[in-house]
């Protein structure tokens, strides 16, 4: 049995992504005696939420309280306790910082394109592909229809003081506000054939900066109302942000980070190629950059920029015991997902980078008398066997 067990456990692993942050939503105060200044608060992955308890270390929130979205869309209200959630084909708020959420019911057929967030009010666009649809929710705890159209499918939506932008590259290429049910305030869009794809990435007062994809490639335009819309970057494969910076704006461009001043008129290289995967904005003029299991503060210096590691993998912890609405299948994330990943028999860091402890240690490798709540033994390798089975068959649905 076993050696059964342990095959299961084995197989369990071969089939897990490697970890990675695919945003950072909120900051939080720092827990570590190292690290000053602000922290990721909530930090999206591509296998559940990681959510700083206050001390150094963060909580793995497990895609089984979600309906097994393990890459689940992610707005978060400013103090991190509301969150909206939005999957393939359902979405779910939680009003306990994602201890528990609630499915929304979403009109069958209603698929979520994006998500964002407003003072106390959460957005959601969905689209209708055999009506050929899209409609704007917000949501509060309920959904709550602000529009619906025909003749505009939004690909995304940015919020810059209240004021709702929505984009899109179908039927016919669109930018405008959403006042009400309408769209207003349209935006100028430059001449670029082909595109398949309009994101808002960014705005601030009558300047939104969008993304235009055309096949592989997408270029960076700065459009602004009663203005006009300007090409500010060459096609490339890969565009991050822009995002507020320093008294400009900071962009990654084909693996460059790029800097411009406050009208975003023009981004200018700044020195060698990065390995960032996200960047989003962060409190105080800075940023926040991911590199794989790792988040970075970004602050400006001078004319460049400075990187400090403000998170780790080595600080993620199990769940939160009180936050499960299913005890059982929380269990199973995390032991498919620790297991994987060297976590599940060891305490968390509460700096970035430091050593995992072993049960029963201080940091420095001492004793330290207290119990933790690791899993071991025969029951470890029975949960991880568990767990990839049950991952496996909720990603073949």
Do not use: K
Not at 86 to 101: Q, R, V
Request: hydrophobic residues 40%; proline residues 7%.
């Amino acid at each position: 049995m076993l050696a059964l067990l342990t095959a299961a456990a084995t197989t369990a692993f071969a089939h897990g992504p490697a970890p990675a942050a695919l945003d950072v939503l909120t900051p939080s105060a720092s827990g570590c005696a190292t690290v000053d200044g602000d922290v990721p608060g909530v930090v999206r992955s591509n296998d559940g939420v990681w959510t700083h308890a206050g001390d150094g270390t963060y909580t793995y929130g497990c895609p089984s309280r979600w309906g097994d979205s393990e890459q689940a869309l992610l707005a978060v209200s400013g103090d991190g306790a509301q969150w909206l959630l939005a999957g393939a084909d359902s979405a779910y708020w939680s009003d306990d910082g994602g201890c528990h959420a609630d499915d929304l019911d979403l009109p069958s057929g209603d698929v979520p394109v994006t998500v964002g967030w407003s003072g106390a009010t959460g957005w959601l666009v969905t689209r209708q592909f055999d009506a050929q649809t899209a409609t704007v929710w917000t949501v509060d705890g309920a959904l709550h229809e602000a529009a619906t159209w025909d003749d505009a499918f939004p690909d995304g939506l940015v919020i810059d003081d209240g004021r709702v932008w929505l984009a899109g590259a179908r039927p016919t290429p669109f930018a405008a506000r959403l006042d009400g049910a309408d769209r207003v305030d349209a935006l100028p869009l430059p001449a670029l054939d082909g595109i398949d794809r309009l994101t808002p990435r960014a705005a601030a007062g009558d300047v939104v900066f969008l993304v235009a994809g055309a096949g592989g490639e997408r270029t960076l335009v700065r459009s602004e109302r009663g203005g006009e819309a300007v090409t500010v970057s060459d096609p490339a494969f890969v565009i991050l942000g822009p995002v507020p910076f320093g008294d400009g704006w900071m962009a990654v461009i084909d693996d460059v980070v790029h800097t411009a001043p406050a009208d975003g008129s023009v981004f200018t290289a700044q020195g060698d190629a990065v390995d960032w995967t996200c960047l989003d904005a962060g409190p105080d003029g800075q940023a926040w950059a991911c590199v794989r299991d790792t988040v970075l503060r970004v602050s400006p210096d001078g004319g460049g920029y400075t990187t400090t590691s403000v998170f780790t993998l080595s600080q993620l912890a199990p769940p939160e015991p009180t936050c499960q609405d299913d005890a059982a299948a929380c269990t199973l994330d995390w032991a498919h997902f620790g297991s994987e990943n060297a976590l599940d028999l060891t305490d968390p860091a509460t700096c970035p980078g430091d050593a995992r402890t072993e049960p029963g240690e201080d940091p420095d490798g001492t004793p330290c008398g207290c119990t933790h709540g690791g899993s071991g033994g025969a029951l470890g390798v029975l949960l991880v066997g568990l767990a990839g089975i049950r991952r496996r068959s909720a990603r073949s649905r």
